[in-house]
């Protein structure tokens, strides 16, 4: 926890608990965002290593995945090591997970027929320990396969990222069940950054933390991954106020 | 037929001298080249021919008939004529791929009796005198044979006509006994008493496997391919087959994939025996491995990649090509595969997904280059806020000459609600020659 107690008997109380978890023993890493308000969100000051986290996306992205595809690119990229993907739908462009940092040479793709194949994939390449980070696209993620993943991801320390993409959108729904991932997220895209000329500026998103254990839910908005998988914190735009005027506007 | 009268029947015939024991030691040699790349059993059929028993491996090749053409395919690349057949029975392969006139046959399961009905009974591997003594009989088909009477047939015949039809139409078990060489290294273990229960079978791979390490640290090899070959008391065998990306000889490695897979191992009715052969195996040397106090190690995920690919992954890394079409600039390459070192040269934006059919859309645009105004895709209209573009795409014609003048226009578009697209227009927006002028979405950007 980053925050000292100030109460003895209370952090004596944690120092214990923490030894019955037995987390105690280890020092947790965390990879930062380097984006201050959002570390702060995040107990340890980042996305725990050692720990499962799950991202799916919003709206239209919780079919294809686009944007959280990215986001987790840009997750991998700042990590060192290699990193498996494993997935059973092949659709991944690859240069474009290249321009979010992550370089070819680093991650083995694993295609799969099934969705268990993709869990025990995940599981074997999260217990192998000497990967950075074991990535894994998946429609349903039930409670005790997420266990599964959790405790292998603790055993060696690899970060686990469960990418959760469904083939409807109304099956979205299936995102409140409850899981043992550590940290749960939602990448929904917001209209670009304004140019000053015509075009396309850089993709911006809404980064919701729907779950954290030990911390509280947050919601930033973000740009887009850098060349080095850096994302950075963004003022909240325009176009979204002028929607809650619009609906203030219905409503009234 | 005489070598005078084939003369007579054919103008400047060449004649070259039989040569049976060069024959057969080439044979042997493409025997053991499909045992180390195809299947566990391979043996050589009659002077020749090879016989494959494909059962548990096509499907790593893709299936029955991509394993046969691409078997034709690499046979031929090598300068040799092949024909093969799949067939329920070895009976049936063997006829089918000597007598039928196309390349490669594939019959379908349970339909050995349709696709040899037809055929002539020297395919039945019966003794010529048999063969010369039925067609008196006026026998000239299997279907004919077969509807004989079994009892006056083998009163006349013995027992052989009748055993041959039976392999044929696969109602008599025919094992296959697998090709072996003296340079194989083997390792075996017999059972007083037959074994079936898992930790048993684990225990004693394990054993096996410390052995066959041994031998081959001897030798100063590594093992590629492994095949585990287990023998059932019903006198019936199974194969297990461990594949490994880089040579090994690391006892626990081995034992992890083959216990791996135990569960599907059908003891039946107890495993008298277990043979461990290092089918394929290469010069192994020893590594010293220098450790640095500065520089981070990077782990070797080799033993990662053997393990998933034993379960049936497809695991593989992606290189650059030097290629604008976007389904073109990437290739697969094998995980183990040194690094690049390179990525996408490419500044442009790239979509995150990109779909392997192209969508086609209904687009409102001004032609010839700006960007859509309000498209349809799937069903939903969308509005255009922003969009980026044209990227002007050239066929490539040096790869095929129908793409000489085609042309694709991309354009990033995003709609109202900030989701973000790759549309292409098929064509320059003026001339027909350059394309159809339809809209596609090609992917979607995160």
Redesign the interface.
Known sequence: MSKPAHNPVLAELRERIGQLEGKAARAKAVLPFAVPEMDRALPGGGLAFGALHEIAGG???TI????????V?GIAART???V?W?MTRP?????????AGL???R???????KEE?VL??ME??LS????AAVVGELVRLPMNASRRLQLAAEKTGAMAIVLRRWRRQNEASDYGQPTASTTRWR?S????ERLPV????R???LAEIMRVKAGECAEFEIG?PDAKGRVCLLPTST?RADQAAGWRSLAG | MPASKAQAMVADLVMVDAAPAEDAAALERLALWALRQYSPVVAIDGTDGLVIDTEGADHLQGGEALLLSGLANRLRARGLTARAAVADSWGAAHALARLLASDTTVVPIGDISQAVIDLPIVALRLPAETIQGLRVLGVDTVGQLSAMPRAPLTLRFGPEPARRLDQMFGRVAEPIEPIRTPELIEVAKNFAEPIGAPETIAKYVRRLVGQLSTRLADEGLGVRRCDLVIHRVDNTRQHLRAGLAKPVRDPARLSKLLCDRIETIEPGFGIEKMVLVAIFAEPLEERQVASCLIEEEIADVSPLVDILGNRGHRLFRVAPVASDVPERSVRRIAPTAPDIGEAWAVKWPRPTRLFANPERIEVIALLPDQPPAVFTWRGKRRKVARADGPERIFGEWWRRPREFQAVRDYFVVEDELGERYWVYRAGDGIDPETGSHLWFVHGVFG
């Open positions: 709206g239209g992205g294809d995945g686009a944007a959280a595809a990215l986001f690119a060192r090591g290699k498996l494993c659709d991944l462009f690859f240069p474009a997970i290249s321009q370089h070819p040479d991650v083995i793709w694993c295609e799969s027929d194949q025990s994939a074997e390449g192998f320990g000497g990967l990448i895209t917001l209209p670009s015509a075009g396309v500026g993709a911006r998103w887009a176009g």
